[in-house]
Nanobody, 114 residues
Framework: QVQLVESGGGLVQPGGSLRLSCAASGSFFSMYAMGWYRQAPGKQRELVAFIARGGSTNYADSVKGRFTISRDNARNTVALQMNSLKPEDTSVYYC????????WGQGTQVTVSS
């Protein structure tokens, strides 16, 4: 069992930056692939960034070059650094462990607006 708690969301102007963090409790964090998903009102939840157990990463085309996912297995945390934010990045962001059928955090709101 893994419990995930996100933090770091908020309101930011276009072009700004935010850093989301996800703290995991429970056993075997290092054994899980981790991901950040987002879901905007009326839209399906989508994968934003993924980091495998070994550290390899993958990103949605819409965020490549702007977002960076990282993990710290010693501290049981995963982070998402978001730069050059756009209004279309506005969404609720969710931390995930173990894929779609795995574990989810409660979500944190990111709003990009002037």
């Amino acid at each position: 069992q893994v419990q995930l708690v996100e933090s770091g969301g908020g309101l930011v102007q276009p072009g700004g930056s935010l850093r989301l963090s996800c703290a995991a409790s429970g056993s075997f964090f290092s054994m899980y692939a981790m991901g950040w998903y987002r879901q905007a009102p009326g839209k399906q939840r989508e994968l934003v960034a993924f980091i495998a157990r070994g550290g390899s990463t993958n990103y949605a085309d819409s965020v490549k070059g702007r977002f960076t996912i990282s993990r710290d297995n010693a501290r049981n945390t995963v982070a998402l650094q978001m730069n050059s934010l756009k209004p279309e990045d506005t969404s609720v962001y969710y931390c995930n462990a173990g894929g779609i059928t795995g574990f989810w955090g409660q979500g944190t709101q990111v709003t990009v607006s002037s």
